[in-house]
């Protein structure tokens, strides 16, 4: 027997029909799934953007507190001092202005001027003159400077909120 060729030719396009039916549906399935998966990403993405900015907002309400307290600026007297010696006699006359976080602070270390210009002085007569006179040795002497004036005052008290020592004078003869 003989297969009908009307009956293939009939079934051909039938079969065909299926196969374009089958590729329709995975073309939807798969420009669904990408839209499904941009969308999910746009919605992550939203999220991973908030979970960002959270630190900012955090970041802005620190710079809000900064600006009710904005940095205060307390000049402290000139001091002159005789250095260690290493090619005779020599001296430092150093002035500088201290930052500070705020009132608060700059009050402390007013009423506390005594015991900064002590510890201050302690240290400068300790230096010798090639130890200060480069820029590197200016920047540690500031380091220093600081370190001592954020020392607390009281035995169990806090530190001082200063941040930057910053030279107005400094002459070594």
Same mark, same amino acid.
């Given at each position: 027997m003989k297969a009908d060729p009307k009956a293939d030719a009939a079934a =051909?396009?039938? %079969? %065909?029909?299926?196969s374009k039916l089958v590729i329709i549906i995975l073309a939807a399935v798969i420009v669904l799934g990408l839209g499904g998966g941009a969308a999910w990403y746009f919605m992550h993405?939203?999220?991973?953007? $908030? !979970?960002?900015? @959270?630190? /900012?907002?955090?970041? #802005? #309400?620190?710079?809000?507190? /900064? $600006?009710?307290?904005?940095?205060?600026y307390l000049a402290i007297e000139p001091f002159t001092v005789n250095l260690q010696p290493e090619n005779g006699d020599q001296y430092l006359q150093v002035a500088f202005t201290l930052?500070? &976080?705020?009132?608060?602070? =700059? $009050?402390?270390?007013? !009423?506390?001027? @005594?015991?900064? *210009? #002590? *510890?201050?002085?302690?240290?400068? #007569?300790?230096?010798? =003159?090639?130890?200060i006179s480069t820029v590197? %040795?200016?920047q540690q002497l500031a380091g220093e400077i600081l370190?001592?004036?954020?020392?607390?005052? &009281? @035995?169990?008290g806090d530190e001082q909120d200063v941040s930057d020592v910053l030279f107005t004078s400094f002459i070594i003869q």
């Open positions: =051909a396009p039938a %079969g %065909g029909g299926k993405g939203s999220a991973a953007e $908030e !979970t960002a900015e @959270a630190p /900012k907002k955090e970041k #802005s #309400s620190k710079k809000k507190k /900064k $600006e009710e307290h904005p940095a205060e930052q500070v &976080d705020g009132p608060e602070q =700059a $009050e402390l270390i007013k !009423t506390n001027m @005594a015991k900064v *210009r #002590s *510890r201050v002085l302690m240290l400068l #007569s300790g230096k010798k =003159a090639s130890e590197e %040795g200016k370190a001592v004036v954020k020392a607390p005052f &009281d @035995a169990h």
